[in-house]
């Protein structure tokens, strides 16, 4: 079992910054991938970003590329979210994922969910 806890978000104005962090602990994989989406009303769960164990790999939503940053804390077992230049459609639920990896955008690859934090960014 994998527990995550997330934490970071909040309410900014447009054009403002947020970080999320996601901490995993309890019996982790050897190989795994860890990932953010986000869910926003009345619409279906979406990818956001996600990154391999050793932080070689990264991969983003072309929605936020050059605006958002993942990277992890290996020892701790920690992903970040760094949310820059954010906009009024970026409100929304994010949720942390884990799991063992494979088509990383899609759901299916996480075993593993968050209970999600508000991000509200303001016009």
């Known amino acids: 079992q994998v527990h995550l806890v997330e934490s970071g978000g909040g309410l900014v104005q447009a054009g403002g910054s947020l970080r999320l962090s996601c901490a995993a602990s309890g019996r982790t994989f050897v190989t795994y991938v860890m990932g953010w989406f986000r869910q926003a009303p009345g619409k279906e769960r979406e990818f956001v970003a996600a990154i391999g164990r050793t932080a070689t790999n990264t991969y983003y939503a072309d929605s936020v590329k050059g605006r958002f940053s993942i990277s992890k804390a290996n020892a701790e077992n920690t992903v970040y979210l760094q949310m820059n230049s954010l906009k009024p459609e970026d409100t929304a639920v994010y949720y942390c994922?884990?799991?063992?990896?494979?088509?990383?955008?899609?759901?299916?690859?996480?075993?593993?969910w968050g209970q999600g934090t508000q991000v509200t960014v303001s016009s």
């Open positions: 994922a884990y799991g063992p990896g494979g088509n990383v955008v899609l759901p299916t690859a996480y075993n593993y």
